[in-house]
């Protein structure tokens, strides 16, 4: 097991889904996460279920799972005197303190970049935000549904024309794990310039800076063109205009199956072989690139009507043997168990707080062709007393602090 982060030390005070995601990469990484929860609630994600679907096993919450394994967690009370004493003190000892407290809330708490520097001069400060640190709207807050998905263009280039309503993200958090791997990956290159130069960096990645570069294309060629693309209809062709075997195509059952082959010329005849349909290989509508992209109307539609009459089994199977490339529209429940996805070890098992064996999704980086060793997210302050007693607090002054309210 490759472990490049370890001996790296990081300091989490975040709530949610999108900072805490980069501390699980970190930790996925061997860096050692301390997570600083509010000393009465905690994370102000435990027990939300929202986007979830209710998956909850005994203390088993993916929503808190993903973005917390491997962490400890330790229960603050920032706004005491003993509870920043403490805190003060994990920021002496750590390489890296992340956060995605809001603007207000960091001044009360002191949590900027000065006052965390004043203890600590070359730690690397990881700052995670809705709308990014300059400009009208720095201190506001937001979620990935709203800044990452519709703000950030993303709702927009998903959503058909004359749709009812906006298409939904594909998943919970998927701003928020998108953006959480962007800090962890700028977290990794402030540490490679500290090592090198000596200097720390404030490291920033905000929601709508995510979604800006994850729509980059589309943002750039607006900018180019002077004008937004159009919306493809819900009720338009399966395919490319130019390109019939580029589109997503309905089966009889219902499910879809992708073509994206790019070079039509060179796939066109083995798809016809594959659909059954050999006589479309030598129709002159479709004898060279240019005829076949000129009469794409025509070979999308029988593309389409030859994958219609069969289901999405069959040509899960069928289509093993293309030579262009293709794709399944999967389920979340397919995708965990499609053997490319397994053979790379992208799914990890991690046992719960109970010894009992669950699954997680990986994070998407592997080093040396080996996958990581995860272990659970901690429970609510689980790990208090132990980490308090690291930093040299003795069983009284443990008891003290508890009396005081600065720890759980």
């Not at 501390?23 to 009465?40: N, P, R, T, Y």
Request: glycine fraction near 10%.
């Amino acid at each position: 097991m490759s472990e490049p982060m370890s001996g790296v030390k990081v300091l989490e005070v975040a709530e949610f889904t999108f900072a805490p995601a980069a501390g699980a990469v970190l930790a996925d990484w061997g860096a050692e996460v301390i997570k600083v929860e509010h000393a009465f609630r905690g994370d102000a994600q435990r027990g939300l279920t929202l986007g979830t679907g209710g998956a909850a096993a005994g203390s088993f919450h993916p929503l808190m799972e993903n973005p917390n394994r491997g962490k400890r967690s330790v229960g603050l009370a920032l706004e005491t005197e003993g509870g920043r004493a403490l805190l003060d003190d994990l920021i002496a000892e750590c390489d890296v303190f992340v956060t995605n407290f809001l603007p207000a809330a960091r001044r009360k708490l002191r949590l900027e970049p000065d006052d965390i520097r004043a203890v600590n001069p070359s730690i690397i400060y990881a700052r995670g935000s809705a709308l990014g640190p300059q400009g009208p709207e720095a201190e506001n807050g937001g979620y990935d549904l709203s800044v990452f998905w519709c703000r950030g263009g993303s709702a927009y280039g998903a959503t058909p024309g004359g749709s009812p309503r906006i298409a939904s993200m594909p998943a919970g958090a998927y701003g928020d794990a998108m953006g959480g791997m962007t800090i962890a990956g700028g977290i990794a290159a402030a540490l490679l310039r500290r090592e090198r130069t000596g200097e720390p960096s404030i490291v920033d990645v905000s929601l709508l800076s995510t979604a800006v570069w994850a729509t980059s294309l589309a943002v750039n060629s607006a900018l180019l063109l002077g004008k937004d693309p159009a919306p493809e209809a819900l009720d338009g062709p399966h395919w490319m205009r130019f390109n019939p075997i580029v589109g997503t195509f309905r089966t009889a059952d219902d499910r879809f199956v992708n073509l994206t082959m790019i070079q039509a010329g060179r796939h066109w005849a083995d798809v016809c072989r594959h659909i059954d349909r050999p006589d479309a290989i030598d129709d002159p509508r479709f004898a060279n690139v240019e005829s076949l992209m000129h009469n794409a109307a025509d070979a999308g539609q029988i593309v389409a009507d030859a994958i219609a009459s069969q289901p999405f089994a069959y040509w899960a199977e069928r289509f093993r043997t293309l030579d262009g490339q293709w794709a399944l529209v999967q389920t979340p429940l397919e995708v965990a168990a499609d053997p490319q996805v397994r053979a790379n070890n992208y799914i990890l098992s991690v046992l719960d707080g109970n010894g009992k064996e669950r699954q997680l999704a990986s994070s998407p980086v592997q080093f040396d062709e080996q996958p990581f060793a995860i272990s659970r997210a901690p429970q609510f302050a689980e790990h208090t007393d132990e980490i308090i007693r690291s930093l040299g607090r003795t069983d009284d002054e443990l008891i003290q602090l508890k009396i005081d309210g600065a720890i759980t």
